[in-house]
Each structure stands twice: as C-alpha cells, then as structure tokens.
C-alpha cells in the first residue's frame, strides 16, 4: 500500500510569492496534520483537518492556510513568504483525530526554501 | 500549553552501549506520548507510544515508561546498533487536542562500530 504522498519534493521561491504544497493521506485515512520542520528543531503543528474541516491550528500567522478536499487529500498554502517560512513541511495522515489511538503516518516531507 | 524537552544532543556511542535519551513534559489534560525516529533520508516513523501512565511502550529493543509523577517518558535501549543512528523525537498529543503532536527538538544519535 502507498504511504503518505506530498508534493513536490524540493522547490525554491522568493520572498513574497505565494506557495501550494499537496498531501495525498493512505487510503481510508480521513484526517490530515501539517506540520514545520526547520532545520535543527522538531516539527512544529499547523494545522488538522478531519473530514474536511479544520479541527485545529497551530500558532501560525494567517498567511497560512489549508484546505481538504472531497477524496481527503490536502493543500498548504504560504502566502508572502519570508525567510524565515523556509523549512521542511511534514504532512501528516491517521484513521481519525483521537489521543494516542490512531497513529499518524507521516510524509516524506517538501522542502522549501525561501531566497 | 504543552511542551516537550529532550536531552541535549548529539549523542555518540560506541556498538552495544546502553543507552538513554531523556524526555520530560508539560501538558494540559492527560497526554498519549511518543517517540518517533528520523532515519537519514527518511520520513518520521513511530517508534514507540503509551496512552496511559505506567505504560511501558516498546520496539526495536527500545523501552520507554510513562511517568507521571516525573512527567517524564525516558527512551532507552540496552545494545545499540549502527544502524540505530538516527534523530529520535519525544512527542505529546493531550487529550485537549486531538491530532495534534507537541515535539521535543531532537536529539542526534550517532552509533560507532
């Protein structure tokens, strides 16, 4: 079974464009986690959706935005990016939200860097 | 709000050291807790969990308890390999807040033949 897909894998932007990063989730999983890797530091939360509606958001500025789609796949969108938006972006999948009941499975991740 | 400190790393050893990487937390509610791993050019993988205090999670040769009493959730192994060299991450999720995951920053284990 296919894990975990995000795209793309690598891109580079410059200061004050505007990215969209994909998530496709395992099969059968509703829920989807964001999540910012920067280098050096552990993943930090931005959002969850869950059966296409945001169920939680991190302390992230509105310039961030998510959405989840019919078929449960997910975009993250970064509206005038800045230096410091470049990291690696974790995406995230399990059945359902719940403390420790559904393991959440994690993508390769995007890297994005910003110039 | 909920925080995750680990151990200062990097950590090196040498084949079949015995090791230990601290974790303690902060949390609202009752949290599930976590170590997930970070192979060199792989995705996070979950290592270990316990949803309860005195759980004791276990993968791989690797044990962790769920303390209560010390907030803490310590990962251990008794005979590290090479191939053990990875970034091992302590995690939280509370009970206030479902799917989302609190990480500690990570600690480097570097394992030497």
């Known amino acids: 079974d296919a894990g975990v897909t995000q795209s793309p894998t690598h891109l580079i932007k410059t200061r004050g464009q505007q990215v969209t990063l994909r998530c496709s989730p395992i099969?059968?999983?509703?829920?989807v986690s964001w999540y910012q890797q920067v280098l050096g530091q552990g993943p930090q939360f931005i959002f969850q959706?869950?059966?296409?509606?945001?169920?939680g958001r991190g302390n992230f500025p509105d310039r961030f935005s998510a959405r989840q789609f019919p078929n449960y796949s997910s975009e993250l969108n970064v509206n005038a990016l800045l230096l410091g938006d470049s990291a690696l972006y974790l995406c995230a999948s399990s059945s359902a939200p719940g403390p420790g009941l559904y393991e959440q499975y994690f993508g390769p991740g995007t890297r994005l860097t910003v110039t | 709000g909920n925080s995750v400190t680990q151990m200062e790393g990097p950590v090196t050893l040498s084949e079949e050291a015995f090791l230990t990487i601290n974790c303690t937390y902060t949390?609202?509610?009752?949290?599930?807790l976590f170590w997930y791993v970070q192979y060199p050019g792989e995705g996070l993988q979950l290592l270990l969990k316990?949803?309860?205090?005195?759980d004791k999670g276990s993968n791989k040769g690797f044990e962790a308890t769920y303390r209560k009493e010390t907030t803490s959730f310590h990962l251990e192994k008794g005979s590290v390999q090479v191939s053990d060299s990875a970034v091992y991450f302590c995690a939280l999720e509370s009970g206030t807040s479902y799917g989302k995951l609190t990480f500690g920053q990570g600690t480097i284990l570097t394992v030497h033949p």
């Open positions: 959706y869950y059966e296409k509606e945001e169920r």
């Open positions: 949390a609202t509610g009752y949290p599930s």
């Open positions: 316990a949803t309860k205090a005195d």
């Open positions: 099969s059968g999983h509703k829920s």
